[in-house]
């Protein structure tokens, strides 16, 4: 087993006299928490990887190593797609159990992550730097309801009668498609978890899941808790490693009848190619964002200002959702940047476990520089770069909340997912123009509009190519809504009823009948 220090800042930036107050009123992260799992989880039990290969895991805040995890590649892929077609297999215990069953399995893994919340949110803080509070209040909370949410569906998968013409009886049931292969990210490990196994699960089908190399340990503890919860072995099957070698096996194996990923265009749509060449994969894409967001000059302006600040800022920039192409009606541009940039230099960025963090580090150094080659892109293509634009610190990877301001749509900064702290305002004179303007990317995941006048709101919410759309309002997503992308931001769709449905086929069974009756 492997222990990590966690290091409170020795600097705060707020009233000393405040911050006691506060940090007596708010849960603790764990202190030296110990690093329970780093095997490979086949079958309900841990495995050293085939190959003997370890990779090392980090802590972003710092850049130092936490420990070394077991890494899968194809030969494990192999064995866990076998524990779980065993399991799938007609006459099993998963293949046998009352749908209801399934669904306390769930719940009772829901109310494990509960009991752990503290312990995951200290893990996830530690693994992939983001802010502790907000993990704890965000991440662990929507994982949890994910979980419950599902939890409550099992049983309640319903086919239908079908009048069909002649001496027949007609009706539909939703069966599970089989095995499952899932490929979740790096910046919400938790929460994307949940969002893959809990419908997977509640619906029949079981599961070999592989977490972000970045961010492995909260996963593994799950699969911890999966076993501790009851579900049978074989069904969740939890296998760390990278995307070239264990990723591409899982996307390309014969024996997986369907995959689910969420993660960059470009790796997306590798995946698709692999499962079309392969069996003919089932496939759910949650793939890129570049998204509009559009501020009327009707709208609350401090309402649009702290809503937009959020929405690009939030988790250091690293969301699909991020609203980072930002429209400002020209009378009220110059007024949305100026406040726009005074509450970016109020951001506090700082160690995940400071209770007074609003923003961590980026994941890795590879992310720093990537997102510093953006902003040097920007500056480059004739952006006015109003604050921000640097790494912070000595130790680490973070980087300054950044405003661009006098942004065209040609620019790069404008045009590619930058999956960083990193926001940029542009002006826009009329609801047509904007319109177009929105609508003219790849992309297509979400998009905002902050107006007081219902049918501007209305208007735009209808032209707009995006899966969701928020009205003064960002990032309000809910286990219960469907959420997925237009255009090369995905295929199919997670949460919701509609989740269930990629998880499932359904099946038309028709009886003859010596007569009927309506």
């Not at 890494?71 to 797609?81: G, H, L, S, T, W």
């Not at 992310?367 to 921000?388: D, H, P, T």
């Amino acid at each position: 087993m492997t222990s990590s220090k966690i290091e409170i800042p020795g600097e705060v930036k707020s009233d000393p006299a405040a911050l006691m107050a506060s940090l007596q009123l708010m849960p603790s992260p764990v202190p030296n928490p110990e690093i329970k799992h780093t095997k490979i989880f086949i079958n309900n039990e841990w495995h050293h990887s085939v190959s003997g290969k370890v990779f090392a895991v980090y802590n972003p805040a710092t850049g130092e190593q936490i420990c070394e995890v077991q890494e899968a590649d194809k030969a494990d892929v192999d064995k866990a797609v076998q524990a779980a077609r065993l399991a799938f297999s007609l006459g099993s215990v998963w293949r046998k159990m009352d749908a209801s069953e399934r669904g306390r399995l769930l719940a009772k893994l829901a109310d494990l992550v509960e009991r752990d919340s503290v312990y995951l949110a200290t893990i996830e803080s530690l693994n992939s730097g983001k802010p502790f509070l907000p993990t704890l209040f965000v991440d662990l909370q929507a994982t949890i309801k994910t979980l419950r949410y599902f939890a409550g569906y099992a049983d309640k998968i319903h086919g239908t009668s079908i009048p069909m013409d002649g001496e027949y009886l007609t009706f539909t049931r939703y069966e599970p498609i089989g095995v499952c292969g899932q490929i979740i990210p790096w910046n919400f490990p938790l929460m994307m978890t949940a969002w893959k196994l809990a419908p997977a699960v509640a619906c029949g089908n079981t599961v070999v899941l592989k977490p972000a190399e970045q961010t492995p340990l909260t996963c593994l503890y799950i699969a911890a808790l999966a076993k501790e919860a009851g579900f049978p072995p074989g069904v969740i099957n939890i296998l760390p490693g990278y995307g070239p070698t264990a990723g591409a096996a899982i996307a390309s194996h014969m024996g997986i009848d369907k995959v689910a990923f969420t993660g960059s265009t470009e790796v997306g749509k590798l995946i698709q190619e692999a499962a079309g060449k392969s069996n003919l994969k089932r496939i759910t894409l949650e793939l890129g964002g570049k998204n509009p967001n559009i501020i009327f000059a009707d709208a609350d302006l401090d309402v649009a200002v702290e809503q937009a600040h959020q929405g690009v800022f939030f988790n250091a920039g690293q969301c699909c959702t991020a609203g980072s192409r930002i429209y400002v009606e020209d009378s009220i541009y110059e007024e949305f940047v100026r406040r726009s940039v005074e509450r970016a230099k109020r951001r506090t960025v700082g160690s995940p476990f400071d209770p007074t963090t609003e923003q961590g580090p980026q994941i890795s150094r590879e992310q720093q520089n990537r997102v510093l080659e953006f902003i040097q892109s920007g500056i480059s293509e004739g952006a006015k770069l109003e604050c921000g634009g640097k790494a912070l610190g000595l130790k680490g990877f973070f980087i300054e909340p950044t405003v661009f301001s006098n942004v065209t749509d040609d620019m790069r900064i404008a045009r590619e997912e930058i999956f960083g702290p990193v926001q940029q305002i542009m002006k826009f004179k009329t609801i047509e123009e904007v319109i177009e303007r929105a609508n003219n990317s790849d992309y297509g995941l979400v998009a905002a509009v902050f107006t007081s006048d219902i049918n501007k709101a209305m208007t735009i919410t209808t032209a707009l190519q995006a899966g969701t759309v928020w009205i003064n309002c960002f990032n309000a997503l809910s286990t219960q809504c469907p959420f997925g992308g237009y255009k090369m931001s995905g295929n199919g769709r997670e949460l919701g009823e509609s989740g269930l449905r990629e998880y499932t086929e359904q099946k038309t069974i028709t009886v003859k009948m010596v007569s009927k009756n309506s």
